[in-house]
Structure formats: C-alpha cells, structure tokens
C-alpha cells in the first residue's frame, strides 16, 4: 500500500513538473519578415520590416545588417520598434544574388536571439547616387513566401525537446530510487 501511495504522489509530482515547464519553454520567435525568406527581388528595396510573434528591444546599436555577394555591405539606416514589429530604411549596394538579413534583437522575457533571413536580388543594386531610402516606398518583392520562423543562436534558446527528455529522466529515476527503496522494505 505504501509503494502505491508513493508511486502515485511521484507521477502527480512528475506531471506537475511537466506541466509548469511548458509555459517556459514558449519564446518569442521571427514570425514574417519583408522581405520574405526566400523571396527574389526584381529591385532592392528600401526598407526592411521584421515582425515577431512577442514584443522586442534592439539588441545594439547595430541590430540589422545585410550582406551579400562580393562582400556587397547595404547601408542600414536607424532601426525603430514598435511592439513586436522592427523596421529600418536600407541603401542597397552590390551585384545581384543571394543576401542575408542577419538581426539581433531582446524579447520581452529577457532572452537575445540572433539569426537570418537570406533572400535573393535578380538585379544588380542601382548605384547610391540614383537611389536614396525613402519610408514612404513600399520594398517591390516577386514572390512573397508564407512566414516562416526565426533562426535563433543555439547558445540564445535551449531547445524544447532537451527539456522533455530531462523531465522524463527525472520521472524515471524517481521510479527507480520508489521501486528499490519500497524492495527494501519488505
């Protein structure tokens, strides 16, 4: 009678502990961003607009940078938050071909993450002298892909599954330690 007692007070503690666990382990993430992951554009655009699924902080005084072919480094203007939605205004520079977004940002509980969106330009950047940023132009994209999730440094977020099979792990040697101390007892 005793084992049954404790065996079911651990599953209950075990359940408890699975069942608290889980809100923590929703973070924030990128949810869309224009432009889009994977997208080709016939023109650059001029602004980039980051949308995530829980209100963010800039990292750093550099929280956007985008990069490509030919070591092509666009100039990024100031970046401005509102809530969960980051925009900056963008100079492209550089040939056409695959670009990267890269973007650091602080969600609202605390954690910094880190990642990309690569994208790609059919067409060689304009010059800087014939193309100046304006927030009032619209980024022109050909394809516009469904939102997908953000990347985030590993070292930024531990993955959820790590956090199940550590809970299944201490449910189980709790089993084992109730099983071989009630085996003493009798």
């Not at 100079?91 to 990642?115: C, I, M, N, W």
């Not at 394809?143 to 985030?152: I, N």
Request: glycine fraction near 8%.
């Amino acid at each position: 009678m005793r084992f049954k007692r404790f065996g079911a007070s651990l599953l209950v503690t075990g359940l408890a502990l699975l069942g608290t666990a889980s809100p923590a382990l929703a973070h924030s993430e990128l949810k869309s961003s224009d432009p889009a992951r994977g997208a080709s554009l016939a023109t650059p655009p001029t602004q980039v607009k980051l949308t995530f699924s829980g209100p963010v902080t800039l990292a750093d005084d550099n929280p956007i940078q985008i990069t490509g072919p030919e070591n092509a480094s666009w100039t990024v203007g100031r970046a401005e938050v509102a809530g969960a939605v980051v925009t900056a205004p963008v100079q492209a520079v550089g040939p056409a071909g695959e670009y990267t977004l890269r973007y650091k940002v602080t969600f609202e509980d605390t954690h910094a993450a880190s990642g990309s969106v690569k994208f790609n330009l059919s067409a060689p950047a304009p010059s800087p002298t014939s193309q100046a940023p304006t927030s009032s132009q619209a980024p022109a994209s050909s394809a516009a892909p469904a939102p997908q999730g953000g990347e985030t440094t590993p070292e930024a977020l531990v993955p959820a599954w790590v956090w199940i099979v550590l809970a299944v792990a201490v449910v189980v040697a709790g089993i084992v330690v109730a099983l071989r101390f009630t085996r003493r007892k009798d």
